[in-house]
């Protein structure tokens, strides 16, 4: 199913005025049927649809694995499931320590900005990555951010990741439903490109998580870490660092070429 949809549109500018077709994201409605009832309709770009309803379910404490769920049809835009009667235990998720090199982090927030084709095209998505070393994983895209992260959640399910050595990087703003939704899956460590509210930080100091913000260019802003994460400087943001601070004398110490 096509997540983009064209329109014949009037464009004003200034002094000049075009009619030209214009790609939209799709917003298609979502029936969840859990146990032969209505459970909830969404609104979602149609792609990764399985991924998102596993993702909801596990958001919504339905279920708390993959192995929870006995059957799951996908028809139309109506999502049938049958779930087990019991629910398998909750993972306990394991917390490993984790160092973000800002110029690897500086490099990886400018390469994310051309992932998202729905966005190129239409800029009405949102995004979000699970990610290691720098390097995606599994990269989600609706016109929802909780449906964006509900999906990637959906993917380390029935992949049954571990999540121990990976972050969460997402275009949106992290509310206190986003955070929730990180927190019940197991990360140690969300970032962001946009910003987070209040609650989302009163949430992350109180669970103790790593929050990250405003992942832009080459600067973030970090409004929770914990004994668990390390900022770090890699050889090559050392030598530019030095450069800033003591000039270029102090470069060339290091080596008689221009590094920067």
């Known amino acids: ?117 729905i966005f190129k095209r239409t800029g009405g998505a949102h995004s979000c990555a699970l990610v290691k070393n720098y390097e995606i994983i599994k990269f989600e895209e609706d016109v929802s951010r909780s449906n964006a992260v509900d999906k990637l959640i959906g993917y380390i399910l029935k992949n049954e990741i571990d999540l121990s050595d990976k972050f969460i990087f997402t275009s949106c703003r992290i509310s206190e439903v986003i955070m929730e939704k990180i927190l019940n899956i197991g990360f140690n460590l969300l970032i962001s490109q946009s910003c987070p509210t209040s609650f989302a930080i009163d949430l992350a100091r109180a669970k103790n998580i790593n929050l990250i913000g405003f992942a832009r260019g080459e600067r973030f802003n970090i409004y929770k870490k914990n004994e668990n994460l390390s900022i770090i400087w890699g050889w090559y943001g050392f030598i530019r660092c030095c450069k800033n601070w003591w000039g270029d004398w102090l470069t060339s110490f290091f080596d008689g070429k221009n590094w920067i």
């Open 1 to 117: 199913m096509n997540s983009v949809k064209k329109y014949q549109i009037e464009k004003i500018g200034k002094g000049k005025d075009l009619s030209l077709m214009d790609e939209v994201i799709v917003e298609y409605p979502l029936e969840i049927y859990v146990n032969g009832e209505k459970f909830k309709r969404l609104t979602c770009t149609p792609v990764e649809i399985e991924n998102l309803v596993i993702g909801y379910l596990y958001s919504e404490n339905l279920i708390n694995s993959i192995s929870d769920i006995k059957n799951l049809k996908i028809e139309e835009n109506k999502a049938y499931v049958e779930l087990y009667k019991e629910k398998s235990k909750k993972k306990t998720r394991e917390i490993k320590n984790q160092a973000i090199d800002r110029e690897n982090l500086f490099e990886f927030s400018k390469r994310f900005q051309n992932e998202s084709e």
